[in-house]
T-cell receptor, first 118, second 111 residues
Framework: GAVVSQHPSRVICKSGTSVKIECRSL??????MFWYRQFPKKSLMLMAT?????????EQGVEKDKFLINHASLTLSTLTVTSAHPEDSSFYIC??????????????FGPGTRLTVL | DAKTTQPPSMDCAEGRAANLPCNHS???????VYWYRQIHSQGPQYIIH???NNETNEMASLIITEDRKSSTLILPHATLRDTAVYYC????????????FGGGTRLMVKP
């Protein structure tokens, strides 16, 4: 299947700093990428849908000014957590959608980024 | 997308078949059944999906009832590495929209 990478895999930062997380589709072009957040022992919650060349669509309750998403190319989307606070500590996961048709699976997930805000 | 119901947890002995059920009684005619799993601290991994016929691949088998209101994911010979949370999701294929994750089933494979 298609490969999606995330960088960094783990980050620890001080409260008030900003953190950028990269999501890359390594062997395919992704017009759409999705960003999820997962708290311990909870399920994945969609934060936003990122479309190449246009503004991201945020889910209800997700602050767009706090979680900045940029999808500048067909292989890269970035999530920036601005002015991070301890409550932003979470596991952030991206997924990328391939243009595959014909009934095949078309979404592949990155390995996740563990953010810890002190 | 239709909602799904899964048991929160299951145990399975190593080497035995693991049968994970999923109820999706409100599934629509154009919605597929997808299964993903998430091993601890990793991103979800695609397992298998189907519309109405049973499906099999190198990872698992998917059995969908004739009325499509429920399905079962079968791991034929579970190993310790199959310990994970398994998510059953129903959605329209190639819709371009996101996957909505429910609670999933936490499968513990025991030696």
């Amino acid at each position: 299947g298609a490969v999606v990478s995330q960088h960094p895999s783990r980050v620890i930062c001080k409260s008030g700093t900003s953190v950028k997380i990269e999501c890359r589709s390594l062997d395919f072009q992704a017009t759409t990428m999705f960003w999820y957040r997962q708290f311990p022992k909870k399920s994945l919650m969609l934060m936003a849908t990122s479309n190449e060349g246009s503004k991201a669509t945020y889910e209800q309750g997700v602050e767009k000014d706090k979680f900045l998403i940029n999808h500048a190319s067909l292989t890269l989307s970035t999530l920036t957590v601005t002015s991070a606070h301890p409550e932003d500590s979470s596991f952030y996961i991206c997924s990328a959608r391939t243009p595959a048709g014909g009934g095949g699976n078309e979404q592949f997930f990155g390995p996740g980024t563990r953010l810890t805000v002190l | 997308d239709a909602k799904t119901t899964q048991p929160p947890s299951m145990d399975c002995a190593e080497g035995r078949a693991a049968n994970l059920p999923c109820n999706h009684s409100t599934i629509s005619g154009n919605e597929y059944v997808y299964w993903y799993r998430q091993i601890h601290s990793q991103g979800p991994q695609y397992i298998i999906h189907g519309l109405k016929n049973n499906e099999t691949n190198e990872m698992a088998s998917l059995i969908i009832t004739e009325d499509r209101k429920s399905s079962t994911l079968i791991l034929p010979h579970a190993t310790l590495r199959d310990t994970a949370v398994y998510y059953c999701i129903v959605r329209v294929n190639n819709a371009g929209n996101m996957l909505t994750f429910g609670g999933g089933t936490r499968l513990m494979v025991k030696p």
